[in-house]
C-alpha cells in the first residue's frame, strides 16, 4: 500500500518524517548497509541506490562514507580499488566473516523483535482496514 | 567531460574537506577524498546536463563538507585512540568527542581531571629544588592534604595543589584558607611521591579514557552520524 507520504519528494518526505520515525531510520542503518553488501561487492553510489530502492532509507551521501569507514574500523567490511574503466577508480566493499556473522546476529534480532511488534500492532492495523472499508 | 567551472566547484569543495581534516594521517585523508571524489564524478556521470545549479545540488546532497571532515577527523582520531597508549592522542580525542555529547563531555572531564593530577605530581618534582619550603605534602587543618604548593602563611593559609580531605572533598586547586598549624608529611619522599603519583594518575587516566572510547565513543559515533538521515537529500536518481 503507497501512504500518500510516500508519494512526496524525497526531502519533502523527510522533512515531514516523525521524529520517532526518523529513530527507527536511524537505528536500522547500519544492518540496511550490511545487509545490501550480503554476498556482493558494491561500490558507494550502488550502496546508496540499493538502501534507497530496497528500504527506502535515505541520508546525506558523505555520511555512507563516514559509516563505511567506521564499520571498516571495525572490521566488518574490507575494501579494495578497482579500476572498473569508468576513468576513475571506485571503492568496493565486501563483508568480511566477521561482518557477515554480525550481520546474520542483527537480522535474527530484527526478525523475532518485528514479528513480536507485529503481532502486537496487527488489532490496530485490522481496525483501521475495516474503517477505510466502511468509508 | 567536465567543464572548468563544474571542476572547479568539486575541487572547491574537495579543497574544503582537505583543509578541516588536517592532524588525519594523509594517506587516511587522501582516500577518504579520492573515494568522494569517485562518488561526485560517479554522480555526474549518472546526470546528463550537468550544469552549475546542479553540481551545487549534488555536492549539497553529499553534506557540509566542513561537518564531513570534522566527522571524519574525530571518527579517525577515536579509532586510533583506541588502540592507542598515548596520552596526548588521549586528550586530543575526547577533547574533540567531549564536544559531541553527554558520553564525551564525561570522558573529557574525568580526562583532564587525571592529567591535571598527573601534572600536578610531576611539576612538584620539578619545582621542590627551586621552592623546597613551598613544594610538599601537606596537611592542614580539618585533616586536608595537598600534594603542591603552600603559600608558608599560619593564618589564611593556602594550599594549591591535588587537595584532599576524606571522605568527600577533592579539588585541583585549593580548598579554601584555612588558619592553623600545618605539617609537610614527605620531606625529600617528595619526589618518590611525586614520581608514584605521576606514574599513577598518568597510567589510570590513559586506561580508563582508551575505555570510555572503546566502550562509547563507536556507539556515539553511530547516533551522531546517522541523525543526518532526518535530513537525508536521495537525490542520486535524477
Known amino acids: ?37 550480503w554476498k556482493r561487492r558494491l561500490y558507494g553510489l550502488e550502496i546508496l541506490r540499493a538502501l534507497e530502492s530496497g528500504s527506502g532509507l535515505g541520508m546525506l551521501e558523505g555520511t ?72 | 567531460m567536465l567543464n572548468d567551472k563544474v571542476t572547479e566547484a568539486v575541487d572547491r569543495y574537495l579543497a574544503v574537506i582537505r583543509k578541516h581534516s588536517a592532524g588525519v594521517s594523509p594517506v587516511e585523508r587522501d582516500e577518504f577524498i ?21 553540481v551545487a545540488d549534488l555536492l549539497r546532497s553529499i553534506g557540509d563538507p566542513k561537518k564531513l571532515a570534522a566527522e571524519f577527523k574525530t571518527q579517525v582520531m577515536l579509532h586510533h585512540a583506541a588502540k592507542s597508549i598515548s596520552p596526548w592522542l588521549m586528550l586530543r580525542s575526547t577533547l574533540r568527542w567531549g564536544m559531541t555529547g553527554f558520553a564525551g563531555a564525561v570522558a573529557l572531564l574525568i580526562t583532564l581531571v587525571g592529567y591535571g593530577c598527573t ?31 603552600w603559600n608558608r602563611h599560619l593564618v589564611g593559609s593556602e594550599a594549591y595543589g591535588i587537595s584532599v580531605r576524606p571522605p568527600f572533598d577533592f579539588v585541583l586547586g585549593t ?17 618518590t ?18 575505555w570510555m572510547i572503546t566502550r562509547f565513543a563507536s556507539r556515539k559515533r553511530r547516533h551522531s552520524l546517522t541523525q543526518e538521515t532526518s535530513q537525508a537529500q536521495p537525490r542520486y536518481a535524477e
Open chain 2, 119 to 149: 601534572l600536578i605530581s610531576f611539576l612538584c618534582i620539578l619545582l621542590k629544588p627551586f621552592l623546597p619550603d613551598h613544594i610538599g605534602l601537606w596537611l592542614g587543618p580539618d585533616r586536608t592534604i595537598t600534594l603542591g604548593y
Open chain 2, 34 to 54: 579520492e573515494e568522494i571524489r569517485g562518488h561526485i564524478l560517479d554522480r555526474i556521470i549518472a546526470t546528463n546536463g550537468l550544469t552549475q545549479d546542479r
Open chain 2, 175 to 191: 580548598l579554601g584558607r584555612t588558619n592553623g598549624p600545618v605539617h609537610d608529611l614527605a620531606g625529600q619522599n617528595i619526589y
Open chain 1, 1 to 37: 500500500m503507497v501512504s500518500s507520504k510516500d508519494m512526496l519528494p524525497a526531502e519533502d518526505r523527510i522533512a515531514t518524517a516523525d521524529p520517532w520515525e526518523a529513530q527507527l531510520r536511524k537505528g536500522s542503518l547500519e544492518m540496511a548497509i550490511l545487509a545490501s553488501l
Open chain 1, 64 to 135: 555512507l562514507y563516514l559509516i563505511l569507514n567506521r564499520i571498516k574500523s571495525a572490521g566488518l567490511v574490507d575494501s579494495e580499488w578497482v579500476d572498473a574503466g569508468s576513468g576513475h577508480p571506485r571503492k568496493y566493499y565486501r563483508l568480511t566473516a566477521t561482518g557477515e556473522e554480525r550481520l546474520r546476529a542483527m537480522a535474527e534480532s530484527w526478525s523475532d523483535f518485528s514479528a513480536k511488534i507485529n503481532e502486537l500492532i496487527a488489532p490496530v492495523l485490522r481496525r483501521q482496514e475495516l474503517a477505510n472499508v466502511e468509508r
Open chain 2, 193 to 210: 611521591i611525586g614520581l608514584l603519583c605521576g606514574v599513577a594518575f598518568l597510567i589510570a587516566t590513559t586506561l580508563f579514557a582508551r
